[in-house]
């Protein structure tokens, strides 16, 4: 989740989601065999909120 400064809700969302694949959050579901794992990229600015999200796709071994 990310503050949307000044309203910009797109690069809030765009910014917690790279915060997910740099930090490998979805790696602990992956190894216990989720299938599908999604990341949602929350920015609020006031009392306003976007959500994006997107499949984490597996790493191939």
Do not use: S, T
């Amino acid at each position: 989740m990310k503050y949307a400064e000044n309203g910009d809700f797109e690069h809030g969302c765009r910014e917690a989601l790279k915060q997910i694949d740099r930090n490998h959050y979805a790696d602990y579901f992956e190894q216990i065999g989720v299938e599908k794992v999604r990341a949602y990229g929350i920015a609020c600015y006031k009392k306003q909120c976007r959500v994006w999200y997107k499949q984490v796709m597996r790493r191939v071994n």
